[in-house]
C-alpha cells in the first residue's frame, strides 16, 4: 500500500518537480496552505496579466525567487510550484535555500505523458501546448532524478504515478532538532569543560546539584546502561509570597557570585515564577518537583586531565533529561578519530585518546552514539535563549544547514591569523542585535561579559581560569576556579588587554574599568534610529516613531546632544489640565482632580511648580563611577542635561562647580550609602529660568514688553486727543488701548519674577523632583509621595543649593481636601507662582482604559501671560484660546512616559547603549511633532 | 502700533483730502491681521495729524495661518512684538489705508499730490538693528531723523537699550505720495522680521515702490537684501521647536565664515540673485565679482578629488551641495553621494542641483542622504575619495571619537579630504576677538600644529597616510586661512 504522508523539516523549501499537466498545482493545493504556495504561473499573471505568457518568464522568475527570499528569511516553509524539470531552474532555489540556511526538499510528480497530455486537454489556456512539451519535460525530469541529491536536495519524495500521488493526504511537519522553544528552564548554562572533571564536579554542587558516584557493577553492561555517575538537579526554588524589597537588592545586573550562590535568593523570582506557570516543558510527569537543567554549551573533551569522566557525568545528565548539550569542535573531531576518520592529533586530543585507551569499547562506542546525536545548537524557552559552542547569529538560530553547523561549532574567521598563529576570529557579537540571548563559550576570555545581549562562559578553567555557569533566567554568573593549570594557552588569556596595552599605552591607562560592551556602544548604528521605528515598551504595546521625526531629531542629537551615553533618559512633554470654564482663566486644579477622579484615582500629589528649566541630572559619586557605569572617560563626575539632550551648562567652571557641590550635597546626606549605589538619574527643575534662558528672556520676553510699554502710551495718548475731538468710537479704542497697556505691565511682571541674574553658583538652585535611578535600578515602583520625601531629606544636606518642592496629597474623595487644594494653587498663583503639577500618588498609574496621564500642569493666571501673551484675557481673546485640544498633547504625553521609562529600565538591565539610545531617541523625535506648544 | 503725519501746510486740514479720509470720523479698516483705525488727534487749518493706528490680532495671526506651514509654531509666535512693531503689517495697512495717496491720485483736489508740503512722521515703534539704522535709511531720502530710544527692561539697567525706536521724521518740503513710499518700503527693512502674509508679488511691489529712488540709495543694498529675507525665509517649525533657539540649519549650513571673512554681504547677494529674477537687475548692480573664500576651498577640494581620478566620491556634510556641483562637471565620477545631517540643507541643494528635471542618466550619479557622521553607516562603504570641508570643527571635541570611527574605521574611502580653519590664521581677522571662533557653532578651531597631531594619530590607528595643506594665500607666520589633511588609505 502506499504511504499516505509525507515527512518533512517543518522548516523547509519545498520544490515540486513535474511536467506541464503533472498536477502539481492541485496536489501543492491539497496539501499546503494557499500562502505557502509561490507559483510560477501566478508569478507570469502578476507581472504579464497572462498566466501562460511564457515571453514575461525571466521577470516571473525574478519575482518568484525574491518571494521566496523573503518568506524563507522569515522563516516560513515554502512551497514552489514550478515544472522544476531543469536543473537550472532548480539551482537557483537550492541557493536560495542554502543562503537562508533552510532545507530543500524535493517532491517529485511523476506521471505519464498521457495523463499530462489529457489533463493539459482538459484547459483551454494549455490546449495549445504541444506534445512535445510534455515529452522533453518527462525527459529532463527523468535526466534530473539521479542528480537531485547531488545537487542539495536533503529529501526527495519520488512519487512514481498517479496512485502514489492521490494517496498521498497528508504532509507531517518534523520540528528541527534545534527547536526546543517549549523547554523554559531554568538553566544552568556551563562553559567548555575540557576535561575538568573536578571543577566541574564543584561548579554543579554550588549550583546545587547532588552528584553520586556508584561503583559500577556490571562491567559488561556499561556503557549502555550505568554510567557510574548520577545527578540530581536542585528543585526550581519556590517563589516567595512577599514581595522583594526593592532596596535591598540589585535587579538586572549581572553579579559574579564566587560564594555559594544556592542560598541566595534569586533576584530574578519574575523569570522563575513565570517558568511555574508556564508549566515544565513537557518532560517533568505531572506531580513531579520542578527541577533546573543544566546546558553544556560544547568542548567536554581534551587538554583537561578526565575527558572520559566528563563525557561520564554529562552523557549520565543527558539521558536521564536532567541537561542538554551542544557539540563542540573538540568532540566532534574526537567523534570524528573514533568513527575511523584521520584526523591531527593536536590541541589536545591526544591526552583524550589516552584517557579513553583504558575505557572498554562498550563506553567508547556509547561516547560515538552520545556525540553522533548531538545537535547543532538549541532554540529555548520560546525563542528567547539560544545556546552553541562557538555562539550564532541571528539568521542561523533555528536554521539546519551546513553552515549553521560549522557557525555552531567554528564561528567564522576572519581569514587572518594573529601573532600566536591562531585564527583571528570574527567577533560576531559586536554585530548582534538579536531579540535571543545566545550564550557560548569557544573562546576563552578572563570574564564572562555581556555584549549586546550574548555571552561568552568559556573563562578557560583548562588554562587554569575558571569554570564558569550562567543562571538562566536569572543572568547570575556562577563560577569555580581552576585547581591547577592543565595546558599552556597558546594565546593568553588576557592577549586583548595586552594587545590593548601595548598599541595605545594611553587608552590601556583609561581602558581599565570599561567593558566590552562599553567599548561597543561607542559605535551607534544610523538603522537603529532613522527610518520608521517600532519601539516596544513596558508600558505601551510599542511606540511608533515617524520617519519625519525621526528626521529631525538625528540632526539635534548629532550636532546639539550630549555624547548618547550620557542620555540615559529625556522627560516626557506634560499636558496641561482641560480647559477651565471659569472666568478670566484657562486653567484650574478642578479639572485635574476630575480626571484623575474619573479614571479610578483615588489619590493624587500636588507639587508646586517651579519656573525653571527641565534638567536631568546623571551624576557620579567620582569620576571612575562615570566611567565603570557609562564608560565615559575624562568626561567629569556628572552632566546636566536639558530636555532635549543639551548640555544645561556653557560655562565649564561652573558645570564643574555645580556637579562637585551637588555630589557633596549627597555625600553629606548619605545617598550613596542609603542606595548602595555610587551614581545616581534626577529629574530636576534648575532655577532660575534665566540661568539657560537668558537669551530668550532678553530678545523675546523683555523685547515683547519693551515694545509694548513703549508704544501703548502713545497710543493713548493720540487716543485721548482724539477722544477729546468727541470722534466716535475714539473711546472705546481708548479705554481697549488701556487695558493692553495695564496687561503688558502684568506680563513684564509676569516674566519678571522668574528671572534673578546668575553671577556664582550660590545663584543656582536644583528642585529635584523624581529620584530616577542608581545602580541597578530604576524608582518607577516608588509613589511620589516617596519621592518628594525622600529628595526633601536630600535636599536638607545643602538647602541653599537644593530646593525642596512643597507638595500635598490629596485624597479625591475627601472634598474638603480637595478644596483645600485648590486654594492653595490659588495662593501659589496670587502670590506670582507658576501654579503646579498634579499627578496620580503612583508614578506609573494605571486606571480605567490603561495607562494614565503622569502629570498634568495647572498652571496660574498670570503666569499664562508668558504663554498665551500679554492680552489673553482681554474680551474676544480668551474665548477663543479656550478652544483647545488636549487631546494630542496627552497622547504624545504616555507615549513619551512609556519611551522615557523603558529607556532607564533598558539602562539600568545593563542592556546595550543602543536599545537605550533608541527610548531617548524616539523621545526626541516624538517632541519634534506638531502640537501646540502652549499646552 | 501708531504712525501719525503731521503737517503745517495751510490749510493743514488739505491732508484729509491727500489721504482720502475725513479727519471729523474715526474709520475702522480690515486689513490683514487685524484692523486699522484712522483717526486725527488734532486737526485745525495750522496743523492737522493723522494718525494710522494697526490693531493686530495675535490669536487670528496664528490660527489664520492654515496648511502645513500653519502646524507646529515654536512658542515665539504666540509672543511677539508683532502688535507693537511698525512691520511689513503696516506696509500692507498703509496700502490699503492710504492707497489713492499713495498713488498720487486727489479727486477733490488734484493739484494737491503733487504739492511738496511740510510733513512730520511719527512712528511708535520701530524695531531696529541699531540705532544708526533709521538715519542711515531716511537721512538719504531728505528727513531729519531723531529717535527716542526705550530700555530693554527699566528694572534690569545692565541689559541695556532694546531694539525699540520711536522714529521721528521731518521734511521740509516732499510729497505726501513719496513720504508714504518710503514708509512702505523701509520700515519693513528697518524691522527686518518675517511677514507670512507677503508672497513674492507682493514683493515686486515693494520693488515697484521704490525704482525711482532706491537705486541711489546708499545703503540700497542693505535694504534689498532685507526684505528679499521674505522670500528666502523658510521656517521649518518641526525642526525650530527642537532648536532652543539655535539659528536654523539653512544659515548653518552656509557657513557665516564669509562674513566674516569678507566683511560684505556679497554671498547673501548672490543668494538673492539666484531666488528671484526679478531682482536681479538691482542685486547686481552691487555685486563684487569676487570668490569668497569658501568657494575658493571647494575648488581646491574639488582639484585635489579630480587628480585621483575616483569613480565614486563621498560628500560627507555636503550641505547646499557647492562641492557637489564641482563634482558633478566630472564626467569621469561615476557616483557621488552626498550627505548632510541637516534635512533643509539636502532641500536647498535638490534645488539649487535641479535634482527633479536631471536627465535620468546624470541622476544616477548623485544620490542625497540624510545622515550623521557619529553613527555607524553602511552606505558609507565603498567610496574611493570622501570629503569633510569645514565639517569637523561643527562637532564636540568628544565626539570626533565616534566620527573617526565612522569614516575611517567603518566606511573607509581610499582618499580623505578634511578640511577646518587654521586658528593661527584668526589674529588676522579684525573682526574676531582672541579665542572668538569664526562661527557661532564652531566647537573648536585649531591651530596647525593641533590640527596635525589630530590627523597623524588617526591616520596611524587606521592605516592611512596623511599629508597636510594649507588653503588659501600663506602668511608667514600664520599659514594658510583654512587647512586641510589629505588621507590615503595605505592598502589603496
Redesign the interface.
Known amino acids: 500500500m502506499p504511504q499516505d504522508t509525507l515527512k518533512v523539516p517543518e522548516l523547509s523549501l519545498i520544490i515540486l518537480i513535474g511536467s506541464t499537466g503533472a498536477g502539481k498545482s492541485t496536489f501543492a493545493r491539497r496539501l499546503f496552505k494557499p500562502t505557502e504556495i509561490v507559483s510560477s504561473d501566478a508569478c507570469r499573471g502578476l507581472v504579464a496579466d497572462d498566466e501562460n505568457d511564457q515571453s514575461a518568464s525571466k521577470d516571473a522568475f525574478e519575482l518568484l525567487h525574491y518571494l521566496v527570499a523573503k518568506r524563507l528569511k522569515r522563516g516560513l516553509l515554502t512551497v514552489v510550484d514550478a515544472t522544476n524539470v531543469q536543473e537550472e531552474g532548480r539551482k537557483p532555489l537550492v541557493a536560495l535555500a542554502r543562503q537562508y540556511h533552510v532545507l530543500p526538499v524535493a517532491i517529485v510528480l511523476d506521471v505519464p505523458d498521457a495523463v499530462a497530455q489529457e489533463r493539459n486537454a482538459q484547459r483551454p489556456d494549455r490546449r495549445h501546448l504541444g506534445r512535445h512539451v510534455i515529452a522533453s519535460h518527462r525527459q529532463q525530469l527523468r535526466r534530473s532524478l539521479r542528480n537531485l541529491k547531488q545537487e542539495g536536495f536533503r529529501h526527495i519524495h519520488h512519487l512514481r504515478n498517479v496512485g502514489e500521488i492521490d494517496a498521498i493526504q497528508s504532509i507531517t511537519r518534523d520540528r528541527l532538532y534545534n527547536n526546543r522553544q517549549e523547554e523554559t528552564g531554568p538553566f544552568d548554562i556551563i562553559g567548555d569543560v575540557h576535561g575538568c572533571y573536578e571543577e566541574l564536579r564543584a561548579l554543579l554542587e554550588k549550583l546545587g546539584y547532588q552528584i553520586t558516584e556508584e561503583p559500577i557493577t556490571d562491567v559488561r553492561d556499561l556503557g549502555v546502561r550505568d554510567l557510574g555517575v548520577r545527578v540530581v538537579a536542585p528543585l526550581v526554588a519556590q517563589p516567595s509570597t512577599s514581595p522583594p524589597d526593592p532596596l535591598s537588592k540589585k535587579e538586572g545586573a549581572p553579579v559574579l557570585l564566587l560564594t555559594d550562590s544556592t542560598t541566595e535568593e534569586s533576584p530574578s523570582r519574575t523569570g522563575a515564577l513565570s517558568f511555574l506557570e508556564r508549566g515544565s516543558g513537557g518532560e517533568v510527569a505531572p506531580g513531579e518537583p520542578l527541577r533546573r537543567k543544566a546546558i553544556f554549551l560544547g568542548d567536554l573533551v581534551d587538554r583537561g586531565p578526565a575527558s572520559p569522566q566528563v563525557l561520564r557525568l554529562v552523557m549520565s545528565m543527558v539521558r536521564d533529561g536532567s541537561a542538554l548539550c551542544v557539540p563542540g569542535n573538540h568532540d566532534i573531531k574526537l567523534l570524528r578519530h573514533l568513527n575511523g576518520k584521520n584526523v591531527t592529533v593536536n590541541h589536545g586530543l591526544a591526552e583524550t585518546l589516552a584517557q579513553l585507551e583504558p575505557e572498554p569499547e562498550a563506553f567508547k562506542s556509547e561516547v560515538r552514539r552520545f556525540l553522533d546525536g548531538l545537535v547543532s545548537h538549541y532554540v529555548l524557552d520560546g525563542g528567547k535563549l539560544v545556546v552553541a559552542h562557538a555562539g550564532l547569529t541571528e539568521e542561523m538560530q533555528g536554521r539546519g544547514s551546513g553552515a549553521v553547523r560549522a557557525f555552531a561549532l567554528f564561528g567564522e574567521s576572519t581569514g587572518e591569523i594573529d601573532e600566536f598563529g591562531l585564527p583571528v576570529r570574527y567577533e560576531w557579537a559586536r554585530e548582534y542585535r538579536g531579540r535571543a540571548m545566545v550564550a557560548f563559550g569557544h573562546t576563552p576570555v578572563p570574564e564572562a561579559e555581556w555584549l549586546n545581549n550574548t555571552i561568552d562562559l568559556d573563562t578557560g578553567c583548562v588554562f587554569g581560569g575558571r569554570l564558569t555557569a550562567l543562571r538562566y533566567p536569572e543572568r547570575e554568573l556562577v563560577a569555580v576556579p581552576a585547581a591547577q593549570v592543565y595546558s599552556e594557552p597558546v594565546r593568553p588569556l588576557n592577549y586583548r588587554a595586552l594587545q590593548a596595552q601595548a598599541q595605545h599605552e594611553l587608552a590601556a591607562e583609561n581602558a581599565p574599568g570599561t567593558t566590552a560592551q562599553h567599548e561597543n556602544d ?5 538603522r ?3 527610518g520608521k521605528q517600532f519601539i516596544e515598551t513596558r508600558l505601551m504595546r510599542g511606540v511608533t516613531i515617524r520617519e ?2 525621526a ?10 546632544a550630549l ?1 548618547p551615553k550620557w542620555l540615559l533618559y529625556l522627560p516626557p512633554t506634560m499636558s496641561p489640565t482641560e480647559t477651565s470654564a471659569l472666568p478670566d482663566l484657562l486653567e484650574h486644579p478642578a479639572e485635574a482632580f476630575d480626571y484623575y477622579k474619573r479614571l479610578g484615582v483615588e489619590r493624587v500629589v500636588c507639587e508646586e511648580k517651579h519656573m525653571g528649566s527641565r534638567v536631568v541630572v546623571v551624576l557620579g559619586r567620582d569620576e571612575a563611577a562615570i566611567q565603570r557605569r557609562l564608560g565615559l572617560v575624562g ?1 567629569g563626575i556628572g552632566k546636566v542635561y ?1 530636555r ?1 539632550g ?1 548640555n544645561f551648562f556653557t560655562d565649564a567652571a561652573l558645570e564643574t562647580a555645580f556637579l562637585a557641590r551637588l555630589r557633596d550635597a549627597l555625600s553629606t546626606a548619605g545617598f550613596w550609602e542609603k542606595f548602595d549605589t555610587d551614581w545616581v538619574c534626577l529629574d530636576a527643575e534648575l532655577l532660575p529660568w534665566s540661568a539657560k534662558a537668558q ?2 528672556v ?15 502710551p ?2 493713548e ?3 485721548t ?2 477722544t477729546a ?1 468727541q ?4 473711546e472705546a ?1 481708548l479705554a481697549r488701548t488701556t487695558a493692553r497697556h495695564q496687561a503688558a505691565a502684568h506680563y ?1 511682571d509676569a516674566y ?1 519674577r522668574y ?1 534673578w541674574p546668575v553671577h556664582s553658583l550660590d545663584d543656582l538652585k536644583l528642585a529635584p523632583f523624581h529620584l530616577l535611578a542608581t545602580e541597578g535600578r530604576t524608582y518607577f515602583d516608588r509613589d511620589h509621595a516617596w519621592h518628594m520625601e525622600t529628595l526633601r531629606t536630600l535636599a536638607l544636606a545643602d538647602p541653599s543649593l537644593l530646593r525642596a518642592t512643597p507638595y500635598r496629597v490629596v485624597p479625591l474623595t475627601n472634598p474638603a481636601e480637595v478644596e483645600a487644594a485648590i486654594q492653595w494653587w490659588t495662593d501659589l498663583t496670587a502670590a506670582g507662582g507658576e501654579g503646579m503639577v498634579v499627578k496620580p500618588y503612583d508614578f506609573i498609574p494605571q486606571g480605567k482604559g490603561g495607562l494614565l496621564q503622569p502629570a498634568l500642569k495647572c498652571r496660574g493666571r498670570e503666569y499664562l501671560r ?6 489673553y484675557l482681554l474680551p474676544g ?1 480668551l474665548d ?2 479656550r478652544q483647545r485640544n488636549v487631546k494630542a498633547k496627552r497622547n504624545l504625553a504616555l507615549r513619551e512616559f512609556a519611551l522615557g521609562v523603558e529607556g532607564l529600565e533598558r539602562f539600568v538591565a545593563g542592556q546595550p547603549l543602543r536599545r537605550v539610545h533608541q527610548c531617548v531617541f524616539g523621545v ?1 523625535a516624538l ?8 499646552l | 502700533m501708531l504712525l501719525t503725519i503731521s503737517t503745517t501746510y495751510q490749510p493743514a486740514t488739505d491732508l484729509g483730502y491727500l489721504l482720502h479720509k475725513n479727519p471729523a470720523r474715526l474709520q475702522s479698516i480690515e486689513v490683514a491681521g487685524g484692523q486699522a483705525h484712522v483717526f486725527y488727534p488734532e486737526a485745525t487749518a495750522e496743523r492737522c495729524t493723522a494718525a494710522l493706528l494697526l490693531d493686530l490680532d495675535p490669536i487670528g495671526l496664528v490660527r489664520g495661518r492654515g496648511g502645513a506651514s500653519g502646524e507646529g509654531f515654536a512658542l515665539e509666535q504666540y509672543v511677539n512684538d508683532r502688535p507693537y512693531v511698525a512691520s511689513s503689517f503696516l506696509s500692507a495697512a498703509l496700502s490699503k489705508a492710504f492707497g489713492t495717496a499713495m498713488n498720487g491720485t486727489c479727486k477733490d483736489k488734484p493739484g494737491l499730490p503733487a504739492q511738496a508740503l511740510p510733513l512730520a512722521v511719527k512712528v511708535a515703534v520701530v524695531s531696529a538693528p541699531g540705532p544708526d539704522w533709521p538715519s542711515r535709511l531716511f537721512e538719504p531720502l531728505g528727513y531729519e531723523v531723531d529717535i527716542e530710544t526705550t530700555p530693554l527692561d527699566p528694572t534690569v539697567p545692565e541689559w541695556g537699550d532694546s531694539r525699540y525706536y520711536t522714529l521721528h521724521l521731518r521734511h521740509t518740503g516732499l510729497r505726501l505720495q513719496d513720504v508714504l513710499t518710503h514708509l512702505y518700503v523701509l520700515l519693513p527693512v528697518l524691522d527686518n522680521d518675517k511677514h507670512y502674509y507677503i508672497g513674492e508679488h507682493e514683493a515686486e511691489k515693494l520693488l515697484h515702490r521704490g525704482g525711482d529712488w532706491l537705486p541711489q540709495h546708499p545703503e540700497r543694498g542693505f535694504i534689498t537684501r532685507r526684505y528679499l529675507r521674505y522670500l528666502a525665509a523658510y521656517v521649518n517649525p518641526t525642526l525650530e521647536r527642537l532648536m532652543e533657539g539655535e539659528v536654523s540649519s539653512v544659515d548653518s549650513a552656509s557657513p557665516r565664515m564669509d562674513e566674516v571673512e569678507s566683511g560684505s554681504a556679497e554671498p547673501v547677494q548672490q543668494q538673492v540673485a539666484e531666488s528671484n529674477d526679478a531682482m536681479r537687475g538691482l542685486a547686481e548692480s552691487t555685486l563684487q565679482p569676487k570668490t569668497s573664500l569658501h568657494d575658493q576651498r571647494l575648488q581646491q577640494v574639488a582639484h585635489e578629488i579630480y587628480q585621483l581620478s575616483p569613480k565614486r566620491v563621498l560628500d560627507l556634510g555636503c550641505g547646499e551641495g557647492k562641492l557637489l556641483r564641482l563634482l558633478l562637471r566630472q564626467p569621469k565620477i561615476e557616483y557621488i553621494l552626498g550627505m548632510d545631517v541637516s534635512h533643509q540643507a539636502l532641500a536647498r541643494a535638490a534645488q539649487r542641483l535641479h535634482l527633479d528635471e536631471m536627465p535620468p542618466r546624470q541622476r544616477t550619479r548623485l544620490d542625497l542622504i540624510q545622515g550623521s557622521l557619529l553613527y555607524r553607516d553602511e552606505r558609507l562603504a565603498g567610496f574611493d575619495a570622501a570629503a569633510l570641508v569645514e565639517v569637523i570643527e561643527h562637532l564636540d571635541p568628544n565626539r570626533l571619537a565616534a566620527l573617526e570611527a565612522v569614516v575611517f574605521g567603518q566606511a573607509r574611502p581610499a582618499h580623505v579630504f578634511v578640511t577646518t580653519p587654521n586658528a593661527d590664521y584668526n589674529q588676522l581677522f579684525e573682526k574676531l576677538n582672541a579665542g572668538e571662533f569664526r562661527h557661532d557653532d564652531h566647537r573648536f578651531e585649531w591651530s596647525r600644529a593641533e590640527f596635525a597631531a589630530w590627523a597623524t594619530a588617526v591616520a596611524e590607528r587606521h592605516g592611512y597616510q596623511v599629508r597636510l595643506v594649507g588653503m588659501g594665500e600663506e602668511v608667514a607666520g600664520v599659514g594658510a586661512p583654512s587647512q586641510m589633511a589629505v588621507f590615503m588609505k595605505k592598502d589603496a
Not at chain 1, 508668558?866 to 492680552?871: C, F, H, K, L, T
Open positions: 561607542d559605535l551607534l548604528d544610523i537603529d534610529v532613522t519625519d521625526n528626521v529631525a531629531a538625528l540632526e539635534v542629537m548629532s550636532r546639539f555624547h568626561e536639558t532635549t543639551r537669551e530668550l532678553k530678545t523675546q520676553y523683555a523685547a515683547v514688553a519693551a515694545a509694548a510699554l513703549a508704544a501703548l502713545q497710543v495718548a493720540a487716543l486727543e482724539a475731538r470722534l466716535d468710537g475714539a479704542l513684564a519678571r528671572c508668558i504663554i498665551y501673551g500679554p492680552d481673546h477663543r484660546l526626541l517632541e519634534s511633532e506638531a502640537v501646540d506648544p502652549r
